[in-house]
């Protein structure tokens, strides 16, 4: 019997390799190293929301559900916007449950991107939106964040925007930084929108963890910004349950058409016992409204202890997030960037974090690294005592 040959395949995406997060959780495995580079929670979700979840399997809700999500579901989202932003969407025609964060973004490029047209996104970003912009066929304009602070540059933005801009993609509470936008910075955002037709998409995962006395600007809150957004959000971050993998878009009712013609044809729907478990449980806003005390003891518990090394701390303004800068550590191996850093972090500390410059197309290294805090106390507290060798 012959040898069968595979036939040769010209690759679609020839620059695209395996995300950093992978490649970081591998060699943490492999040198028993504390995680706390990708971010997800070590720690059990609520009992009751597991519970809600089996309740609703066993009352066999196990067949297809309706292609936008269950009417429970969305009812509930709608409603929880309503109530902390101010903006009633239509459950029915504007709110869309999505299998996590990232079908929705691919979802939204895929609807709303012709080839050629160019999308902004700003730099450093999560490491999905570019490829999933090449993958529409879209053009990525790349604006740098300000470099230290990571605040939005609107002269940069706006220097930006062409006849080909069709839409700009901005993430707050912000992934890897941990900047919140303010206040002044969504109005800001909305007067340079205001006389174009560009569509913004605002990824909003991280909502509910923001730390101190600021408080989460969304698009819903912006008549200007919600008539042209697309707003994704995660249960996924907000209740601990990374590995569901559910998530909600909420858009105007023209947009949402074209969002679900996509949708339909990409996932169709997503696994019905989560989202009527998911509807259950939101009646009670407790679990949402106290996360932000939740992960900021952890981020200070992380922080308090990080002051007792060589690590400049950056703000931490929300996410589960905490930024260091590396420039200024007295380590045995000298000038090393960001990426081989935490390879030797990981290798010869026993602790894994992420380089900063990999959000970036460049590579640009600025001596700044990313921890996740999504931990037990004891995961921190481990990964603490190894650091202090800093």
């Not at 998911?278 to 949402?288: E, I, V």
């Amino acid at each position: 019997m012959s040898d069968a040959m595979t036939p040769p395949l010209i690759s679609k995406h020839p620059n695209m390799g395996t995300t950093i997060f992978s490649v970081m959780s591998a060699l943490a495995a492999e040198s028993g190293a504390v995680n706390l580079g990708q971010g997800f929670p070590d720690f059990e979700c609520d009992p009751k929301l597991v519970a809600d979840v089996s309740a609703a399997m066993h009352e066999n809700l196990n067949q297809y559900p309706p292609m936008p999500g269950v009417a429970p579901l969305r009812q509930a989202v709608a409603e929880k916007i309503n109530k902390l932003y101010g903006r009633q969407y239509d459950p029915n025609t504007e709110i869309t449950i999505t299998a996590g964060a990232t079908q929705a973004l691919l979802t939204i490029m895929l609807a709303v991107v012709h080839p050629g047209d160019e999308v902004i996104v700003l730099e450093p970003c999560y490491d999905c939106y570019v490829p999933n912009i090449d993958m529409a066929g879209g053009v990525v304009v790349r604006v740098p964040l300000t470099p230290g602070t990571f605040r939005p540059d609107f002269d940069k933005i706006q220097a930006a925007i062409s006849s080909h801009t069709r839409a700009i993609l901005i993430n707050s509470p912000h992934n890897p930084s941990g900047m919140v936008w303010r206040h002044e910075d969504m109005l800001k955002l909305q007067e340079i929108l205001a006389p174009t037709s560009i569509v913004l998409i605002s990824d909003e995962v991280y909502e509910h963890m923001v730390y101190q006395d600021l408080k989460h600007c969304s698009a819903s809150s912006y008549p200007g910004l919600a008539a042209r957004a697309f707003v994704v959000s995660s249960f996924g971050k907000t209740y601990h349950v990374t590995g569901w993998k559910v998530g909600t878009v909420a858009a105007p009712a023209s947009l949402t058409v074209e969002f679900r013609k996509v949708h339909q044809f990409n996932v169709f729907t997503v696994n019905t016992p989560v989202q009527h478990g998911l509807a259950r449980y939101m009646q009670d806003p407790s679990p949402y409204l106290n996360l932000p005390a939740f992960y900021q003891r952890k981020r200070d518990l992380f922080r308090e202890g990080l002051a007792k090394t060589q690590f400049k701390m950056l703000p931490g303004e929300g996410t589960y997030f905490q930024c260091v800068d590396i420039s200024e550590l007295n380590v045995p191996e000298k000038n090393l960037g960001e990426s081989e850093f935490c390879k030797w972090l990981t290798q010869e500390v026993g602790v894994a974090a992420i380089p900063m410059s990999a959000f970036y197309g460049n590579s640009f290294d600025q001596n700044v690294i990313r921890f996740c805090f999504a931990k037990k106390d004891e995961t921190l507290n481990a990964a603490l005592q190894r650091l202090a060798r800093l």
